[in-house]
């Protein structure tokens, strides 16, 4: 099995976005295609192959068919989908991650045999307004029982990566952080 501290989202690769890879330390690539849009498989096959090339653990976003297909090393399941994979149907060493915005949500992905957890958001991003945001405190109040390996998801930059030291979780994960030109090395927590 193996490790990340990153999670990192795309629908396609660039020259940015894969300088900006290079230059992190335990980052799992989860391709999830754009809105309203179906899969691309020129594009999986062009990511899963620098995946393999760079060592990098890669993930479909809620297409476990797709993930086979593909030969994932797992499957991102966002907190609308509410299918079940049978455990007969999981490969070795296939991870299962699962985002959630709530305690409700969170019981149904510990029954989808999610291992890791992506809690949002956690903090300020135009997808959510002020009001929805967790912050820290609700944050951590929030995850307070889980079982389960934590991920911050939502709002994740630089500046405020340092502030996840105050919380339980074991990794991050960002959409829109690796297309900034200006990356420099990430700080580990």
Known sequence: ??????YFFLNTLNEIIIKNIIKFKNICIIYRPKKGLGADFKEI????NFCKKNQLPFCIADNYQLALKYNANGIFISSSNRNFIRPIQIKNNFKIIGAVH????YTI????????IMLSPMFYNKKYSTNKILGLNKFNLISMN????????????????????????TSAAFISLMENPKIKKPVYF
Do not use: D, H, P
């Not at 099995?1 to 990153?6: I, L, P, R």
């Not at 389960?148 to 979780?169: E, P």
């Open 1 to 6: 099995m193996y490790k990340n501290n990153f």
């Open 109 to 116: 992905k510990i029954q989808q045999n999610c291992k890791e």
């Open 45 to 48: 096959e062009k990511i899963r």
């Open 102 to 105: 709530n305690s409700f949500e």
């Open 146 to 169: 889980w079982k389960t390996k934590l991920c911050a998801l939502g709002g994740i930059n630089l500046n405020n990566l340092k502030k996840l030291k105050m919380s339980k979780v």
